[in-house]
């Protein structure tokens, strides 16, 4: 019976502070999710307090310019300040401590950092190598690195079904999991996770996706671009012809590489039965009208989407490029690189005249 108690976490846990030097007069102690939030006195170099258990959250300590992480896991948590090696943190009952899981997920992603940076350096500083050879054997490498990173999150994710690491190592995997696979993933996991904020947005964000699925009619939003303009995006969809949407933001670096290949599409097939419209989410209008001149996008645009089509849409990340039929039936979606034309090519007349004359922009 001794030893089953001690194996179970606190309803509270215990943070007890140690400074080596420049001790500061006070901590402020904060863990959002919970709305916990004090200052503490520290005294005799020391401080130490009890804090509500919360396994899916994640607290902090700041002192002068400094601060740390914590998760409140139900053990008795001492961290150890020093100026020189930062902060060290252990638990009394390191077998259970999902913060000092969290230790051991840091390490480890540090160390694969800083393994796959030397790779690159490595790379990058041969000189018995032609650029094309290095870039395709970093790519060989990106791949094995990739897989390494995402077994190691799914382990994580394995082994953890309760608290904040899962929601760490969540993050880090399911937007390139398909939806059925993130679904049985989350009926493994505890109601505490599947309740947090983040999982409720990725579950709704699921729904979302599944409402506007390939075969799934079109659904209309209306933005206000600027005051008294005003457009809806019926304007441009389900109108009779083939419609390429690119939901796009002129500070995502992959949005604006995929750019070319869109122009290419659009100066191939331009015409009578097919048109591009790029949609700008989560940005300000005026990065988002001088990166278009920039990059020379003299098709449709609708600005100032902002989180309208995410959310209608279940976007987690752009660029998200999709193509919709004459009667605004979603036929592909997450076009990237060569399958845009590929996938535009097979209901696209190919001979179809190119575009003449001005184009509407916004």
């Not at 939806?179 to 964000?205: A, E, R």
Request: glycine share 6%.
């Amino acid at each position: 019976m001794a030893a089953a108690c001690t194996s179970r976490v606190e309803d509270t846990t215990t943070l007890i502070g140690k400074f080596q030097n420049k001790i500061p007069d006070q901590v402020h102690i904060t863990i959002p999710d919970i709305a916990f939030d004090t200052l503490l006195t520290v005294q005799n170099k020391t401080f130490k307090i009890k804090v509500p258990t919360k396994l899916t959250a994640m607290g902090a300590i700041q002192y002068a310019d400094n601060s740390a992480k914590f998760i409140p896991d139900g053990t008795t948590l001492t961290f150890s300040f020093d100026d020189e090696s930062g902060c060290v943190i252990t638990s009394d009952k390191p077998k259970i401590s999902a913060q000092v899981r969290l230790n051991e997920y840091d390490t480890w992603s540090k160390k694969f950092m800083d393994d796959y940076n030397a790779h690159q350096k490595s790379l990058n500083d041969s000189t018995g190598l032609s650029k094309e050879v290095k870039d395709s054997l970093m790519d060989i490498y990106m791949d094995k690195a990739q897989k390494e990173y995402s077994d190691y999150n799914m382990e994580v994710l394995k082994n953890n079904k309760n608290n904040y690491l899962t929601l760490v190592a969540l993050q880090n995997v399911a937007y390139d999991m398909p939806d059925h696979q993130l679904d049985s993933l989350f009926n493994t996991l505890d109601t505490t996770v599947t309740n947090n904020k983040f999982v409720v947005k990725m579950k709704k964000s699921m729904s979302a996706r599944a409402l506007t699925a390939v075969g799934k009619k079109f659904t209309d939003f209306t933005v206000i671009q600027a005051p008294g303009d005003t457009v809806k995006f019926s304007k441009y969809v389900g109108n009779g012809k083939y419609m390429l949407v690119d939901f796009w933001a002129s500070w995502c670096g992959p949005c604006k590489r995929e750019i070319p290949n869109v122009k290419t599409v659009y100066t191939k097939y331009h015409g009578g039965n097919f048109d591009v419209l790029s949609v700008a989410v989560w940005d300000q209008p005026m990065a988002t009208r001088d990166t278009a001149a920039h990059y020379g996008i003299n098709w449709n645009q609708i600005i100032n989407a902002q989180q309208i089509p995410t959310d209608i849409y279940g976007i987690n990340g752009i660029p998200h490029i999709i193509l919709f039929g004459p009667d605004g039936i979603i036929l592909k979606r997450d076009l990237r690189g060569e399958d845009i034309e590929k996938t535009v090519a097979q209901y696209i007349v190919k001979d179809a005249a190119p575009a003449t004359g001005s184009v509407k922009t916004k």
